[in-house]
């Protein structure tokens, strides 16, 4: 089902209300996103329009692998439960 931008907004506001950094927050939570468009809306608020922007950067083509961000904020157990649940998509 397609969100419509309200939907959107809404959910890049609970992403940044998480409290992460854009780099923590795509070590923790990126591997639950199959598809990412929150950069494609413009947000009144510039702080949460530069977090968006940071996380889709991390998370591009051209970003760090995502292995080297999650091993700065996450333990080897963390990791090893996000890699398995990786593997079993």
Avoid: C
Avoid at 27 to 50: F, K, Q
């Amino acid at each position: 089902m397609r969100q419509n931008s309200d939907d959107r907004i809404r959910l890049a506001k609970q992403f940044f209300a998480e409290g992460f950094s854009p780099e923590e927050w795509v070590a923790r939570r990126s591997h639950e996103i199959v598809s990412w468009s929150l950069d494609e809306l413009a947000y009144d608020d510039p702080v949460l329009e530069n977090w968006i922007a940071q996380v889709t950067e991390l998370m591009g083509l051209n970003g760090p692998p995502r292995s080297e961000i999650r091993s700065k904020y996450l333990t080897p157990e963390e990791i090893k439960e996000i890699e398995d649940s990786e593997s079993n998509v």
